[in-house]
């Protein structure tokens, strides 16, 4: 249950009681259902608002165009557990078979800022090993400071875009591609040092990463 503490505002019973009855009136009850059972209430772009079930514990399955959306959320949040504890415990190796030292994050917008504010609030229970960096400005100036800094040996790129098409994103990531197929020395070493956070998944292929680094999310 929630509880909410009014005492230091200027809410008293009344009010309170007006706001219960334009929640009424408005169907609240009703539409926060609708959103839970994957209605798509989103009506501007007609589709469905399920961001709860990322983090739902419900084992009430639903359904949005004859998808799956808890069986197929629980299967990608299966994949990334087993990738990142491969990363944290040292047995995903890079192409020289050192373990991984360096994470870049490649995004922009939500795709760069949820992942560095969740880095930023639990860097007191972060691998010691691990140092994490992120780069969304489309500068070049930005990229390349924190290319010289590392090895393509024991460096680890996500590219984050749902639609792998963004324009700075896509610019960063080629940057970075680039570098590290300059010091490899062969492109099939993409495979173990790139993975990608998208819908699409041809533009991830063409880009070089194996389906299998693929961490997919939809369109709700």
């Not at 809410?11 to 059972?37: G, P, Q, Y």
């Amino acid at each position: 249950s929630l509880s909410l503490d009014y005492s230091k505002n200027r809410l008293n019973d009344t009010t309170l009681k007006l706001l219960f009855e334009l929640a009424n009136d408005c169907s609240l009850k009703e539409k926060i259902e609708a959103m839970f059972k994957g209605e798509k209430i989103n009506t501007t772009e007609k589709r469905a608002v399920l961001h709860t079930a990322l983090r739902s514990l419900n084992d009430t399955e639903i359904l949005l165009d004859n998808m799956e959306v808890l069986k197929s959320v629980r299967s990608v949040l299966k994949r990334m557990r087993a990738f990142s504890d491969s990363v944290r415990s040292g047995k995903r190796l890079g192409y020289t078979n050192q373990v991984i030292t360096d994470i870049v994050n490649i995004g922009i917008g939500g795709s760069d800022l949820g992942a560095l504010m969740v880095c930023t609030a639990l860097k007191r229970y972060a691998h010691p090993r691990l140092k994490m960096h992120f780069v969304s400005n489309v500068d070049g100036t930005q990229i390349l400071d924190v290319l010289e800094k590392l090895s393509p040996a024991s460096t680890l790129f996500i590219v984050a875009s749902k639609t792998f098409s963004t324009q700075e994103t896509l610019t960063n990531a080629l940057t970075a591609r680039k570098w590290f197929v300059e010091r490899s020395g062969d492109e099939k070493h993409i495979a173990k040092h790139f993975v990608a956070v998208s819908t699409n998944k041809e533009a991830v292929q063409q880009f070089g990463i194996d389906e299998h680094n693929m961490f997919e999310f939809w369109d709700f």
